[in-house]
């Protein structure tokens, strides 16, 4: 069993940034590809990021390549999640999840284990 737990959400203003953490259980998070997710009111959740166990493999999704940075650190079981240049459009509720295997992936099936969620909203 995993347990996510994600945190750094807030409100803040448009071209601001913030850094999303998410800390993992468990002694498999090595092990495990991570992603973002994001579900904004009224719409389905979508991806944002995956990276794979050791860090090295990333993907993005269109919205947020070359504003969001996925990263991990495994000696403190955590993914994180950099944002810059911040919009309303980023305004969502953002999930960390864990994935059984290592590599990524953009599809929210192959996600095990999920968190609850933490709040950005970016104000125009």
């Known amino acids: 069993q995993v347990q996510v737990v994600e945190s750094g959400g807030g409100l803040v203003q448009t071209g601001d940034s913030l850094r999303l953490s998410c800390v993992a259980s468990?002694?498999?998070?090595?092990?495990?590809?991570m992603g973002w997710f994001r579900q904004a009111p009224g719409r389905e959740r979508e991806f944002v990021s995956t990276?794979?166990?050791?860090?090295?493999?990333?993907e993005y999704a269109d919205p947020v390549k070359g504003r969001f940075t996925i990263s991990r650190d495994n000696t403190k079981n955590t993914v994180y999640l950099q944002m810059n240049s911040l919009e309303p459009e980023d305004t969502a509720v953002y999930y960390c999840?864990?994935?059984?295997?290592?590599?990524?992936?953009?599809?929210?099936?192959?996600?095990?284990?999920w968190g609850h969620g933490t709040l950005v909203i970016v104000s125009p």
């Open positions: 999840a864990a994935k059984i295997g290592m590599a990524i992936s953009s599809q929210k099936v192959d996600y095990e284990y």
């Open positions: 468990g002694p498999t998070f090595a092990r495990n590809a």
């Open positions: 990276i794979n166990w050791s860090g090295t493999v990333t």
